[in-house]
Nanobody
């Protein structure tokens, strides 16, 4: 059983910084790619950033230059460093793990989400 647990959400003022973490637990051999998604009230869920096993990173235009995704393969953990935060970054943030290889096969997983609010 694989579980993703996010942490680091909360309240921060505009212009501030915050780091989200997401750790995968279980009998995991490897994780092909990690991602961070977010869903703001009344809006569709969107991809914020993702990172492959090879370190290739992809960002939504709205966060380029402000957010940085990174991963620690030894810890099965992904991070999202968020700087120069804006009120429009307020959302529930979800981490995803794709191509998770376990003894049961290869699957994708979502975290439960963590709320993050930027006050103006």
């Amino acid at each position: 059983q694989v579980q993703l647990v996010e942490s680091g959400g909360g309240l921060v003022q505009a212009g501030g910084s915050l780091r989200l973490s997401c750790a995968a637990s279980g009998s995991i051999f490897s994780i092909a790619a990690w991602g961070w998604h977010r869903q703001a009230p009344g809006k569709q869920r969107e991809l914020v950033a993702d990172i492959t096993n090879g370190g290739y990173r992809n960002y939504a235009d709205s966060v380029k230059g402000r957010f940085t995704i990174s991963r620690d393969n030894a810890k099965n953990t992904v991070y999202l460093q968020m700087n120069s935060l804006k009120p429009e970054d307020t959302a529930v943030y979800y981490c995803t793990a794709d191509g998770v290889q376990t003894t049961l096969g290869r699957s994708a997983y979502w975290g439960q989400g963590t709320q993050f609010t930027v006050s103006s």
